[in-house]
């Protein structure tokens, strides 16, 4: 049986503050499957496996979780939904731009995902199914956090590859967390802050928006000015699997208890 497009859990004592989580799912429905040439390890890897059981505990500290439950190959969530190219779904005009738009082409290894361009009612079925719901649901936990405390707080929680490529070609350690906040525009500096602040005091490097910046969630629904404090969170995978067979590691519940504490202490912020 199909899992629902996502799960929502609620704190009992509710705050402002939100965790989404939208690509550590990993279902891919059959009519997805038949149109994909991606192995099913590629599935896994370019997943951030295990990001929603890190996030667990935030109901318990008062804090809202939204986490989607089918591969980022059905859909991308992190995306608009007019990142696409004709490459990608069949008849739509523009630069060949979105190779990793909305809808897959290539794997993050650089492989073909798709055997074919989508049809345009194969998108429409994958928005319809899963993208729209998701956030039809993630803008109306903020409205409702909006009207109840007059503000929102949303980490955006996401996991990278530990090593990544640089502008010139080099491979290079990334830091162990990376805030996105698109140069400090997404969030009250407040918010940006206190993620600084937890992971240095938890002995982690910390580098801003190197190499991510914020996708659609940040960019979209980050607002300051009229209530709406959007942080997406990069965790290195070296901190909580072993990402060579996809594991997790002996430091995965270290990572839990700080994702606990950072969510935790967004909670009491945003309650002040």
């Keep these: 049986m199909a899992p629902p497009p996502f799960l929502i859990l609620e704190p009992e004592v509710d705050s402002p503050v939100l965790v989404e989580v939208p690509h550590a799912g990993t279902y891919v429905d059959p009519e997805t499957s038949r149109l994909l040439m991606t192995p099913a390890r590629a599935v896994a890897q370019d997943a951030d496996l295990l990001v929603d059981e ?19 190959y059905v859909v991308d969530l992190n995306r608009g939904e007019g990142d696409v190219d004709g490459a990608s779904v069949r008849g739509v005009p523009g630069p060949l731009r979105a190779s990793r738009g909305v809808i897959w082409r290539l794997s993050g290894a650089g492989e073909p995902v798709l055997a074919a361009p989508l049809e345009r009612a194969e998108l429409e079925r994958r928005l319809t199914r899963v993208y729209r719901p998701y956030h039809e649901a993630l803008a109306g936990l903020i409205a409702g956090k909006v009207r109840r405390f007059g503000h929102a707080v949303v980490v955006a ?33 407040r918010y940006i802050d206190v993620v600084d602040a937890k992971a240095r005091s938890a002995g982690l490097t910390v580098a801003h928006d190197d190499p991510y910046r914020g996708g659609f969630t940040t960019l979209h629904y980050g607002a300051p000015a009229r209530g709406v404090h959007v942080v997406q969170v990069e965790l290195a995978r070296r901190l909580y699997m072993d990402e060579a067979t996809l594991q997790p590691s002996p430091r995965f519940m270290e990572t839990r208890r700080f994702c606990r504490e950072l969510t935790a202490a967004l909670v009491e912020l945003s309650r002040s």
């Design 54 to 72: 890190l996030y667990a505990d935030a109901p318990s500290v008062g804090a809202t979780l939204l986490a989607a439950k089918h591969s980022r």
């Design 157 to 189: 929680a996401h996991s990278m590859p530990s090593v990544g490529v640089t502008s010139r070609g080099a491979r290079a350690l990334r830091a162990d967390v990376v805030p996105g906040t698109r140069g400090r525009t997404s969030a009250a500096a």
